[in-house]
């Protein structure tokens, strides 16, 4: 027995020993930091989700039958861009010419049914925020992230078949599905940077993982106008979902919730990051206590962070969601040249995202401002600029170069957001990050659910005063939301995220937060201690 014990051992050790020696191996062959290749597979996680989200914007345009007015209806629009594409010498029939120009007619949705189409997908994106936030913080980020996202490349690569047999109820109904998929993203990937990113460098890691939302739009828009300008509407959907099932197979071997429970991750980088990683220093010895609702929900700097959230997402949605069908529908823009155009403002966010959080880094660390002005500078820059230039846009009529000029320069001062509000989380609620982003993504996001059909409402015969109107309202959430943000907006860890820490403030009289009860106990003792 002796013997069997020791011969067991030994195995045992011996292939602890190779598992360690293969770790190290591996370790070795990378180059890059493991906290950088989370960063480059969570920036490719967010550009699948977008890609997987948008690329209806622009297919749709493709997927609906063309109606236009024509001199002497009642919806005719006199201040209409001019179309080059049109030959005016009498001869051939609008019906005709909408027919060469798209292929043959699949379906007759009005505006305001393409609006709660493209709405369709929030409804099931706002629901799922909060469950999928929680679950990342118990469970850890990589498989409700990986899992959610798979869910959605599956929904995406099946959509030609569901709508050609369902039509518009059936993509409804798709698109709600793929909402439930990605709505754990957000969460999930803040609770994971949460784990990933060091204090010094976590504006140049949100604006990596987060500028993945702009190659996500650049290549949704671009490819999509390239993909149906040769072929048709189907094969985008079956070349997005399809990255989509690629993505999730290196997902499920490089990445991992925390660096702790990476399994070769070099021991000097696991030392760095458990030394500087704030939510790593404490809660890797001891469980996270239960979500604090009580004061989460009567948190005032939380509740403006979600009302600057649904300003944001008010402007962004209405650029992402509906610029295709302006380019297309007001500008009067071939589907290649809208794909093309649509994609172009994204890139521009996309490297001002880079500039706006190198540039943020740099002042917070020569102390030329704190962090809690960081975010209200760089948020105001992301609201206010961009709702300004889509105004001017709209006025600028049918000046394609000049609107588009416009349009590039909203998304680019939108870049300033990824350094402002959206890590404002990681500062406030470090120990909750993924259960406050989800609140704050999930309460925003009901702007994409309202913003597709009330400009569907807004703009029954896209013209382009109609689509003006849209603008203004646009503009006026933008500057009222940031107004809120500006005035309630915190910078530094909440009492509640680490109440054995902080301590309960003295304006709180909702009785104690639910800690374990050891934890409580010394809680109470230690508070007891500093007011003696």
Known sequence: MVIGVNVGFAGSRGRYEMLSGWRLALSKLFIIPQRYVFAIMALLAVANAYTMRVCLNLAITQMVKKTAAVEGDANWDPDAC???????????????????????????????????????????????????????????????????????????????????????????????????????????????????????????????????????????????????????????????????????????VLCYSTPNTHPYISDNEKRFLNENVQALIHSEAQKLDPVPWKALLRSVPLWSLIIAGIGHDWGYFTMVTDLPKYMTDVLKFNIKSAGLLSAIPYVA??????????????????????????????????????????????????????????????????????????????????????????????????????????????????????????????????????????IFAKGEQLWWDDVKRHGYPVSWKHGPLPLRTNDSEKAESEQRKEKQ
């Open 82 to 252: 001019p179309d080059p594409s049109i030959v005016t010498n009498g001869t051939m029939k609008l019906s005709d010419y909408f027919l060469r120009q798209t292929g043959p007619v699949l379906f007759q949705w009005s505006e305001a049914t393409q609006g709660l189409i493209l709405s369709s997908f929030y409804y099931g994106y706002v629901i799922t925020h909060i469950p999928g936030g929680m679950l990342a913080e118990r469970y850890g980020g990589k498989w409700v992230l990986g899992g959610g996202l798979l869910s959605t490349a599956v929904c995406t690569f099946i959509t030609p078949y569901a709508v050609k047999n369902g039509g518009a109820t059936a993509l409804f109904i798709l698109r709600v599905i793929e909402g439930f998929g990605e709505g754990p993203t957000m969460p999930a990937l803040m609770a994971m940077v949460s784990k990933w990113a060091p204090r010094s460098e976590r504006a140049r890691m949100g604006a990596i993982v987060f500028g993945g939302a702009q190659i996500g739009n650049i290549a949704g828009s671009y490819f999509s106008g390239l993909i149906m300008h040769a072929g048709t509407w189907e094969n985008v959907f079956y070349m997005f979902g399809g990255f989509g099932l690629a993505w999730f197979a290196f997902w499920c």
């Open 349 to 486: 966010m996309w490297i001002a995202s880079f500039f706006f959080g190198l540039v943020c880094d740099f002042c917070i660390k020569r102390n030329y401002h704190s962090i809690q002005n960081a975010r209200k500078i760089y948020t105001s820059i992301a609201a206010t600029g961009p709702g300004i230039c889509i105004i001017l846009a709209s006025y600028s009529g049918c000046d394609t170069t000049l609107a588009v000029f416009w349009f590039i320069a909203a998304m680019t001062l939108m870049g300033a957001y990824y350094s402002g509000m959206k890590i404002n989380a990681l500062d406030i609620t470090p120990n909750y990050a993924g259960t406050t982003t989800a609140m704050v993504n999930g309460i925003a996001a009901i702007s994409g659910i309202i913003t597709p059909y009330l400009i569907g409402l807004l703009t029954p015969n896209s013209t382009l005063k109609e689509w003006r109107v849209a603008f203004w309202v646009c503009l006026a959430v933008l500057v009222f939301t940031n107004i809120v943000y500006l």
